[in-house]
């Protein structure tokens, strides 16, 4: 390797020691983005649901320590395994009732894990109304579309959908394995009356380390929200019911800008 690589690596290396390391730019970096850079906060607890709260009854979200699944012999489920841990799943059947969080946020970025099973299909709601789609996009050969696996999904007006963002690649891993979301969201703005004056807007998505979202205004509440206004600040909401789905590793911080490198 060239003497001069070697310096600037070095330099690097230091850096990222003495002042905390800043690698916002959507690019992947090794490890998760919480435990590289600073100012992170955990969304789950790694016991229980502390902090969240189900759209209705029952609400049968549950922890393990371990989520077993198995290709052959049961591959459109997901089990719970080893009591109380830090993996949530979405019930024993994978139907339960949305989760949403305690609290609000404005603008954010938002990390977190999830895994599915075979034809599952969940979603992230930023505020509870804009959806970033979890799907079983696997092995997909069909056109992309928002109702794939990091589609900003459609509006539902007039009994059709409208509008959604189709990602930018298929980046989807099989069912069995653990994905990861990135996003990085500005929220709504409204002046001093309460009139919405901007748009929220997915800034960017990265997807398993893969950018598959750029600047995709959301007009409005995708479909499948939350049945609450617009509004500065909203909480997040996890769906609940199409299909087993497991979540770890939920952390935010307040919106940053990207470096551009």
């Given at each position: 390797m060239p003497i001069r690589i070697l310096v600037l690596l070095a330099a690097v290396s230091l850096l990222a020691a003495q002042q905390g390391a800043q690698f916002n730019d959507g690019d992947a970096h090794g490890d998760a983005p919480y435990m590289l850079e600073d100012?992170?906060?955990?969304?789950?607890?790694?016991?229980?649901?502390?902090?969240?709260?189900?759209?209705g009854q029952p609400n049968e979200r549950f922890t393990s320590r371990a989520v077993l699944w198995e290709r052959l012999l049961g591959p459109t489920r997901l089990i719970g395994m080893g009591g109380a841990g830090d993996r949530m799943l979405n019930g024993s059947h994978g139907r339960t009732v949305n989760l949403v969080t305690d609290q609000k946020f404005g603008d954010i970025e938002l990390y977190l894990e999830f895994m599915l099973a075979k034809g599952s299909n969940s979603g992230v709601y930023l505020h509870g109304l804009y959806e970033v789609q979890i799907f079983d996009s696997f092995g997909s050969t069909e056109p992309i579309t928002s109702s794939d696996c990091g589609g900003i999904y459609h509006r539902w007006i007039d009994n059709k959908g409208v509008g959604g963002s189709a990602p930018s690649r298929n980046a989807c891993r099989r069912p069995g394995e653990w994905q990861s979301y990135h996003?990085?969201?500005?929220?709504?703005?409204?002046?001093?009356?309460?009139?919405?004056?901007?748009?929220?807007?997915?800034?960017?998505?990265v997807f398993n380390g893969l950018s598959i979202q750029e600047n995709v205004e959301v007009d409005g509440p995708t479909r499948a929200a939350m049945d609450h206004p617009e509004a500065a600040m909203n909480p997040i909401m996890l769906q609940g019911d199409h299909g087993p789905v497991a979540f770890r590793n939920i952390y935010w911080r307040p919106l940053r800008p990207i470096i551009e490198r």
């Open positions: 100012g992170w906060t955990s969304l789950f607890n790694g016991r229980d649901v502390t902090g969240w709260h189900g759209l996003i990085w969201f500005r929220a709504p703005r409204f002046d001093a009356s309460g009139r919405k004056t901007e748009n929220g807007k997915f800034i960017r998505v």
